[in-house]
């Protein structure tokens, strides 16, 4: 493609929470797959400078990019669809914008003017949507603005979104995605919500080009043709998104609506190629028809809200396609285990992972899993505090401390086995300031960690303050619990594995974030292969 980058803006209408990510990242898929460079960013309409400081009860997972950006978690969407890194630059939020513009104004960069909503803010809004198009090489530049058309927060981004329809009106397009409800007592499809939505949009200056219909029934050409007439779009404008079995239908569900097309044509693009998803409808086959089923426990202590690990969940989903099983994941509350009832929680499960998460709430319960998960050849996985619980419970009940503990939880405990990195300890300021993003490690030959990812150096990203602390890591080896993950420059334990145990794999890292729909995560493809072997051993019993 030889011309200017290409910019789509997806809005929401009526309601919250009805896909923008998964149908950004769908759209996102379709124009690559026709051979087209594209990204995707998230402009954020909240105050937070980024979700790290966010619990993940307001907000889902808190997701990390290479760059060590703490961003949302429609990010790892679009990772685990276009299978591109994202970055810093990919997620912008109302806190980043006004800092940026108050940050200039004190620097006294504004020339002694009058700082202003309108031209101030939304010049930063349309620099940091032009960053992605101008610094890099991309035809598409797709953007999802948070939240829903009306809001307060989020009005300045439409101002913005209007201003560059204005500025460059062969490059931008508006899509809005909003719901047609089903009123089951009326027996019909109410199209009267669309319309204030788009009406709505039009008061602030923007014209729809696109409209995307959540909808839970099918939508009759009469239906299309009003919503088509009503809110002044192409009747081939107004796309159906149906409910979907799985978030990844919906790329092949667009292609049948002819999504990438229309975009296309609005733009005045010509491909000379059709989208190829024979790769994506390849990995739906094998999630879809699976040939065993594992049954897989989540521990942690945010499982009421399941999007505060979506990545986990998702990564969950690739490998469970790698290895052609479903994986049936039971989300249990760590508040709840004890010494008394764990056997009761776990001894069905044919794995057991611990999540991350911060603070000393249900880590008891989480020590407890662990415990049993190695005692009974449970296939284990920990990840970030995971596999800190794994060296506290190892200790504990091993290497006889029975005091250990984490100087996060436990400040002054005897045997501080996990402890505060030296460089952290000097840090008041909690958002944007733990070991983030990516760094290199080392695998120890013949490791269950080797022998899964197939190469000696890796590279994953990290989220933490917390670390093994090395001046126990004689006894540990001695007794069995090995470091097989190296950081090759600071020396930090990144992978503990168990001797003779089945596969018992604690990770620091992150590995969730960096699994996608085309590159499986091999730790997360190993767990789940160690666990299909313990279901089918149980079933030959």
């Not at 929470?17 to 995707?40: D, E, H, P, W, Y």
């Not at 490998?319 to 008394?340: D, F, P, T, Y």
């Not at 997360?524 to 666990?531: L, R």
Request: proline share 5%; charged share 25%; glycine share 6%.
């Amino acid at each position: 493609m030889n011309h200017s980058t290409k910019y789509v803006f997806v809005t929401g209408g009526v309601t919250s929470s009805l896909g923008k990510g998964i149908i950004s990242a769908s759209l996102a898929k379709l124009l690559q797959t026709r051979g087209f460079r594209v990204t995707i960013q998230k402009l954020d309409p909240y105050i937070n400078v980024d979700p790290g400081t966010l619990n993940p009860y307001e907000h889902g997972e808190c997701y990390v990019t290479d760059d060590g950006a703490e961003t949302d978690l429609d990010l790892g969407h679009y990772e685990r669809f276009l299978n591109v890194p994202t970055s810093q630059a990919n997620n912008i939020t109302t806190g980043r914008i006004y800092q940026s513009v108050i940050n200039k104004e004190r620097k006294g960069e504004y020339l002694g003017k009058t700082v202003q909503i309108i031209p101030h803010i939304t010049d930063e809004i349309k620099r940091c949507i032009h960053i992605l198009g101008s610094k890099s090489d991309f035809d598409f530049v797709i953007t999802e603005i948070g939240g829903t058309v009306g809001d307060i927060e989020s009005l300045p981004y439409i101002e913005a979104v209007r201003q560059m329809k204005w500025e460059k009106p062969n490059d931008v397009l508006v899509v809005h995605l909003t719901l047609i409800p089903y009123l089951s007592a009326a027996g019909e499809l109410k199209t009267k919500p669309t319309q204030h939505s788009v009406k709505q949009l039009l008061e602030f200056g923007v014209q729809p080009d696109i409209l995307v219909c959540r909808t839970e029934h099918e939508l009759t050409p009469a239906v299309r043709t009003k919503v088509a007439r009503f809110c002044n779009v192409a009747a081939n404008a107004v796309i159906q998104s149906i409910d979907a079995e799985t978030i990844y239908d919906v790329p092949i569900l667009m292609l049948e609506e002819k999504f990438d097309e229309v975009v296309l044509e609005k733009l005045g693009i010509k491909s000379k190629k059709k989208p190829d998803l024979k790769k994506w409808i390849n990995f739906l086959e094998r999630y879809k028809n699976p040939n065993h089923t594992v049954r897989i426990g989540l521990v942690g202590k945010y499982v009421e809200l399941k999007d505060s690990y979506k990545s986990i969940a998702e990564a969950f989903n690739h490998a469970g396609a790698a290895n052609e099983v479903k994986v049936e994941i039971e989300w249990l509350h760590s508040e709840n285990i004890n010494e008394r009832n764990v056997a009761d929680y776990l001894k069905d499960l044919d794995g057991v992972l611990v999540a991350p998460g911060f603070g000393s709430r249900g880590i008891d319960g989480k020590i407890e899993t662990i415990k049993f998960a190695r005692e009974n050849n449970i296939p284990f996985f920990g990840i970030c505090l995971g596999m800190q619980c794994a060296v506290i419970e190892f200790a504990r009940n091993v290497l006889n401390m029975p005091e250990a503990h984490s100087t996060e939880i436990k400040e002054y405990t005897p045997y501080p086995v996990i402890s505060l990195m030296a460089e952290q300890k000097s840090i008041t300021n909690l958002g944007g300031t733990m070991r983030l993003g990516s760094y290199p490690c080392k695998l120890k030959k013949e490791s269950h960690a080797a022998k899964a990812y197939g190469q000696e150096m890796i590279e994953e990203r990290h989220r933490h303050r917390f670390e093994f602390n090395n001046d126990y890591l004689a006894q540990y080896e001695a007794a069995g619990m090995v470091a097989t993950g190296m950081n090759p420059e600071s020396n930090l334990v990144e992978i503990v594995e168990l001797k003779g145990h089945p596969w018992f794999v604690g990770a620091q890292f992150h590995p969730e974030y960096k699994s996608t729909v085309d590159k499986p995560h091999p730790l997360f493809v190993a767990f789940v292969k160690a666990a299909k072997k313990k279901a089918i051993s149980k079933e030959a019993k």
